[in-house]
């Protein structure tokens, strides 16, 4: 029987709550399952590292912490740029843009400057998760070298 391991092909549902509000931040409910190639970070290392062992049918939940998750807040990723930089664009807060550095969310409009976060949205939150296994094979050859899943759910090659 193939079970969640390195270089196995894991399709999920998932709920990921925040465990203090009980606010859920993403849900694979009413959507094709997620999958993904074990073993080549393609997830958050917690939630890898949960369902090793878990056969196809099983349901398991877990409480990551943020190292575990999607780190701790940095400060230095919090930064005040001027508004003219925006172009076209005007920031409200709770935006989320992308840059040259990646995607950062506005957290802050003060006149001619806004305040941006480049920290992930859930940097420094504890996650807990509910998460069924609902299939999973082991990887061909080519997959576990391109590092990604080829076919449902993954791409063309
Ligand atoms: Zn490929």
Not at 50 to 61: F, H
Not at 101 to 115: E, I, Q, R
Not at 131 to 145: G, K, L, Y
Request: proline share 6%; charged share 25%.
């Amino acid at each position: 029987m193939t079970i969640v391991e390195k270089d196995a092909v894991a399709s999920v549902h998932y709920t990921g709550t925040l465990p203090e509000s009980g606010e859920v931040f993403d849900s694979s409910e009413g959507r094709d399952p997620l999958v993904f190639l074990v073993g080549h970070k393609q997830m958050i290392p917690g939630f890898e590292e949960e369902l090793m062992g878990a056969a196809k049918g099983e349901r398991r939940t877990f409480t990551l912490e943020p190292e575990r998750a999607y780190g701790e807040k940095i400060p230095e990723a919090i930064q005040q740029i001027p508004i003219t930089m925006f172009g076209d664009i005007a920031p409200e807060p709770g935006m989320t843009l992308m840059s040259d550095a990646g995607p950062f969310n506005v957290a802050s409009v003060d006149g001619d400057l806004v305040t941006v976060d480049f920290n992930h949205k859930l940097a420094g939150e504890t996650l807990q998760f509910s998460v069924e296994v609902v299939d999973v094979r082991a990887a061909t050859s080519e997959e576990i070298d391109h590092g990604h899943v080829h076919g449902p759910g993954g791409v063309e090659h």
